[in-house]
């Protein structure tokens, strides 16, 4: 690795007698922050959601090392406007437009710092134990049920995805597969294309006056109301929660009674044990004569089987579902009795739409999360902030400036047990800690802290005496 220099004060932080900063290329510790030629946007959050903030030229960029020895591997084809922005920091980007069998990835993980993936690639205990360098992980998704969060955050490695940004595009699948089932459009144009011209009106409805019920009243659910209502649509909804309802809406004291009294159910639930096989043969019963399932949220949320026991008896008249217990790795004729042994049965019924989990994929919506993870994961590696991550505490101080030139910034993230911030503060103590911040998640804790007037050997006795505690889970310094 070459030298890390300190842009302002030509301080060289590589001792010639210790090899310090390549001991840290895989524990991510000692860096430098060069100021002139990667900028990172500054970012201010609310709640969830982040806003760009204007700031002058002062504010100081910090780094982690080096930017080209940062390898990133993003996985899935993820959206252009991520991988533009991970390069424009300089960073090593290889990009692989599907996932990778478990094997393999474990090879390709084991030198990068940051994983990009989509909902395809598990990143399991057995596959995160062999990255030794890797410091966190962008889900470019909604989801992040594909990766053992918990096994991630016990060894420092945070991890961040973009609950928001294909809501619009999920909400409107649902509306268009709406208006197909109840017109029978995918069993008219696949007749037509093999020449059966067959002009019906049985059993074809208008939405307008029907009822729509909504299993899950969050980001999609709740966008599905207002654009459901449009339509001339009576909404209900049944959450876990009691949430404000949107324009007429109405929120249901339970599932059965939505069940009872929707036309369109519609399900929007995450990946929980409570919502695996959430629709089932008992709840199939409870539904409408002649009504009508849509599934785009988990393909564990409904019993397929029952599903299809359901259609044949004519309970349900139609079903459109864009998730599946098992999804193929890439795209391919892989939707067979092999990958879940209902397939061929499934495939056969009439008015049932399938989609290849197609529900995020619009240009818009791929864009806008490319952009928020990969915004996310700049902020992370070059600032330390954990703002919107979902397996670690919320940390963040505000940005430095050209005018702290002698400043580092020291991050610690450690087992949250009795003590640890007495030990950390001993070391911190014999410095000037200009601010600092700490706050914990269950069993692991995160702690910021800028640090004035240090130089080459401060930087490496603070690294070290960090790394010598008994509770770290890992040690980073940005400089």
């Known amino acids: 690795m070459s030298s890390a220099i300190d842009m302002a004060k030509g301080i060289d932080i590589d001792s010639p007698a210790t090899d310090l900063a390549k001991r840290v290329s895989s524990s991510l510790g000692i860096s430098s922050s060069p100021t002139g030629a990667f900028h990172s946007p500054p970012w201010t959050m609310s709640g969830a959601q982040s806003t760009r903030v204007n700031v002058g030229s002062s504010t100081k960029q910090l780094k982690p090392f080096a930017t080209e020895d940062i390898k990133i591997l993003l996985l899935e084809n993820v959206n252009k406007t991520g991988r533009d922005n991970l390069e424009a920091q300089g960073y090593q980007v290889t990009f692989l437009r599907s996932a990778l069998p478990e094997d393999e990835l474990i090879e390709k993980i084991r030198n990068v710092h940051v994983i990009g993936i989509r909902s ?56 268009a597969e709406i208006i197909a089932l109840a017109r029978q459009l995918g069993d008219r144009s696949d007749e037509l294309h093999k020449g059966t011209w067959n002009k019906v009106s049985s059993g074809c409805w208008e939405v307008r006056g029907k009822t729509l019920g909504i299993i899950g009243y969050g980001h999609i659910g709740s966008q599905l109301s207002v654009l459901a209502e449009a339509f001339g649509m009576t909404v209900i909804y049944y959450d876990a929660v009691n949430l404000m309802a949107l324009g007429t809406a109405k929120q249901v004291p339970s599932l059965e009674t939505l069940l009872r009294g929707a036309d369109f159910v519609t399900c929007h639930v995450p990946e929980l044990p409570e919502t695996t ?182 930087i490496k006795d603070l690294y070290s005496r960090l790394e010598s505690l008994s509770s770290r889970i890992m040690t980073r310094v940005l400089y």
């Open 120 to 175: 395809k690639t598990k990143l399991t205990a057995r596959v995160l134990r062999e990255a030794k360098n890797l410091i966190v992980i962008g889900c470019f998704c909604i989801g992040t049920n594909q990766v053992d969060t918990q096994y991630a955050a016990e060894h420092g490695i945070a991890v961040f995805n973009s609950p928001f940004s294909n809501s619009r595009s999920v909400a409107e699948l649902v509306i």
């Open 277 to 458: 096989n959430m629709i089932g043969h008992k709840e199939m019963e409870h539904m409408k004569y002649g009504s009508y399932l849509i599934n785009a949220s988990r393909g564990s949320v409904i019993n397929i089987p029952a599903l299809i026991d359901a259609m044949r008896a004519g309970k349900i008249a139609g079903a459109a579902l864009d998730v599946y217990p098992a999804e193929p790795g890439g795209n391919g004729d892989y939707f067979t009795n092999d990958l879940n042994t209902w397939a061929e049965d499934l495939r056969s019924l009439k008015n049932v739409i399938l989609t290849p989990h197609i529900g995020g994929s619009t240009e818009e919506a791929q864009s806008a999360i490319g952009i928020e993870v990969s915004e996310a994961l700049v902020r992370y590696v070059n600032q330390g902030a954990t703002l919107g991550a979902v397996n670690m505490p919320e940390v963040n101080l505000r940005s430095l400036t050209m005018e702290e030139p002698d400043h580092v910034r020291v991050i610690y993230i450690h087992r949250n047990i009795p003590g640890v911030l007495k030990k950390v503060n001993e070391i911190l103590g014999d410095h000037n800690v200009d601010k600092q911040m700490t706050d914990s998640r269950g069993e692991v804790a995160y702690l910021m802290a800028d640090i004035s007037d240090v130089n080459n050997s401060v």
